[in-house]
């Protein structure tokens, strides 16, 4: 029996409605207030491997991701296999990282990746620029995440709602939400988290694979069906460049880290234990959720009506497979992984704003600091919400550019924990001529240089700022106080008992001891 | 000091291996020149996949056998990173 348009709209609209009250409901049951500026920022280190897992994949995953992977999927073929396997490896990093990132944080109170930079290369400037370039980049990021609920809507009402309307309508939805992300901080995120990761990932997984199911034995497809085109990466001789699936990979996993939403994850577990153990359980379903949701894509490749619109191509299978019921559940688990990355988001941004920030001017005690961090985050959510409602013509652009320029951080990141030479002036030209010259490339060569082989500008970028790093490393060595106290820094991590006085002299002469 | 973080010993070196074998196979392009083509087939399925859904499956694993490796060895175990005398 086919329904009338005004019935389907309201399956489709009543199931995100449940959804969104479900998650009030979650939040508002878990509401325990703060004790302290640590316990708003990082909820006072207390979640185990199960929290840790859902919230790291709730902000890795937007719920742009159903829409994207798909859509590459059905356009590009199996390049889209990229996403899956630099975020695999993403998790490896974290597992390497994750001793020495989270026993400093531990030992120094440390809250944001600022914070480490501070400590690490006894910089407050370092760390205000490493602030800087985190919440600038990363508001193209929550732009294109507010605009994308639109779609959502636009899809959920078969076409009823213009696209304007449907992206207030997002924007409405998802500032409200943030309500409570300013008003309970870390800890609302990662609760939160659970639940829509819940949704989104073994619900969406379930989708995913119960859509495959039904391609397979309603539609007769299969992988061997897809043309030659789409069951190539781009090799030796492509376009592209040969080196240009390196680039994705490569530029994918080392950023990967360097977002704040993404980074302050470490600091959220109660161990080094529960964040290992986080990747070894997210891992399996990471894996299965976006190689599931590839696959999909290729297999919808081979209808018509998803390769004649292949960023709407989730959508579509979900409305031909299941009518406006399973278009419904398609769209709450998008819903769901949204409000994971954007709540993430600006709760790291509220977090940086505080504590790297305004905390490195003034000292800010514990109302003060929450404040400042809620200011910070109301502010962050109405200018993406605005800019989300104006048209924005280079948005995807500058969002490709804020990527290549905060994969810059990577070089002072990385080469700070497992490299003791590093030094403050180092990490700052490096991080600055990489990232202006990430910003000058994109925008010379915004589909790659033809001399470049496939390195993308990031990646170009990237082996000027390690070159420029390791120089200064090499040419001006840290003094002997300096030199000390970074080794006292790695003896922390390195199996040897630390005493407590060790622990505060590093604290007392590093920055971090001034703000502690 | 009882809310001291602990400290962990050296990781096996079958486990870095593992890790820099999921790097080498993910990043060194002569592999994906030729892993991630349509031919040959494998089991019936075309190379391309094979190859990136196999390089998900051996990331994964690899996680899951150094978490049981920390696990099997004690790493967690270790006491306390902090002693209450210099």
Known sequence: ?516 | MTNMPTVLRPRSAYIWIWFALDAFLALFPPVYWVAAQPKPKIFGFPCSIVYFVGLGILITASLLAAYWDDERRGAFKVPVAVKNKP
């Open chain 1, 1 to 516: 029996m086919r329904r009338s348009m005004p019935t389907r709209m309201i399956i489709t609209f009543s199931l995100i409605a449940l959804f969104f009250l479900a998650v009030i409901v979650v939040l508002q049951r878990a509401h325990v207030s703060d004790k302290s500026f640590t316990d708003y920022a990082v909820a006072d280190r207390s979640f185990g491997a199960g929290y840790q897992a859902m919230s790291f994949l709730n902000t890795w995953w937007p719920g742009s991701i159903f829409l994207a992977l798909t859509g590459l999927a059905v356009s590009d073929g199996v390049t889209a296999f990229y996403m899956p396997i630099y975020s695999l490896l993403t998790v490896v990093l974290m597992y390497v990282m994750t001793d020495r990132v989270w026993l400093w944080g531990k030992l120094f109170d440390l809250k944001t990746q600022p914070d480490l930079f501070a400590l690490r290369y006894n910089s407050r400037a370092f760390a205000i620029i490493g602030s800087l370039v985190g919440i600038i980049s990363g508001v193209p990021w929550l732009v294109l995440g507010f605009k994308g609920l639109g779609v959502l809507f636009q899809a959920l009402s078969l076409g009823a709602i213009d696209a304007t309307s449907a992206v207030i309508i997002g924007v409405v939805l998802m500032a409200i939400r943030q309500f409570w992300t300013i008003r309970m901080g870390m800890r609302g995120v990662v609760i939160s988290d659970m639940f829509q990761g819940i949704v989104a990932y073994i619900g969406g997984s379930l989708i995913i694979l119960g859509l495959i199911v039904w391609l397979i034995y309603s539609h007769g497809v299969s992988v061997t069906a897809l043309s030659p085109t789409h069951l190539e990466a781009p090799g030796f001789f492509a376009a592209v460049g040969p080196l240009y699936l390196f680039s994705l990979i490569f530029s994918g996993v080392v950023g990967g880290w360097c977002w704040p939403a993404t980074f302050i994850r470490l600091y959220t577990a109660d161990s080094v234990r529960s964040v290992q153990r986080a990747g070894a359980m997210g891992a399996p379903l990471s894996l299965l959720f976006s190689v599931a949701l590839v696959i999909l894509g290729l297999l919808a490749s081979l209808l018509p009506e998803v390769a004649a619109a292949p960023d709407l191509a989730w959508f579509t299978i979900c409305r031909m497979a299941g009518g406006p019921l399973l278009l419904g559940l398609g769209g709450v688990v998008v819903l769901a992984g949204t409000m994971g990355n954007v709540d993430g988001n600006v709760q790291a941004c509220g977090a940086q704003i505080a504590n790297d920030i305004v905390g490195a001017y003034f000292k800010l005690d514990h109302k003060r600091a929450v404040l400042s961090a809620k200011i910070g985050m109301l502010a962050v959510t109405l200018l993406s919400a605005w800019l989300a409602t104006r048209t924005i013509s280079h948005l995807v652009t500058l969002a490709i550019l804020s990527y290549q320029g905060i994969v810059q951080l990577a070089v002072p990141q990385y080469l700070g924990i497992f490299w003791k030479r590093g030094n403050a002036i180092g990490s700052i030209l490096g991080t600055v001529v990489g990232f202006v010259l990430a910003i000058f490339l994109q925008t010379m060569y915004p589909d790659g240089a033809a001399w470049a082989w496939g390195l993308t500008s990031g990646v170009l970028a990237l082996v000027v700022n390690a070159a420029v790093y390791v120089g200064c490393a090499v040419l001006l060595p840290h003094a002997d106080a300096e030199r000390r106290r970074v080794n006292d820094l790695f003896a922390l991590t390195e199996g040897h008992l630390a005493s407590p006085n060790a622990v505060a002299a590093i604290a007392f002469h590093s920055v971090i001891g001034n703000n502690a």
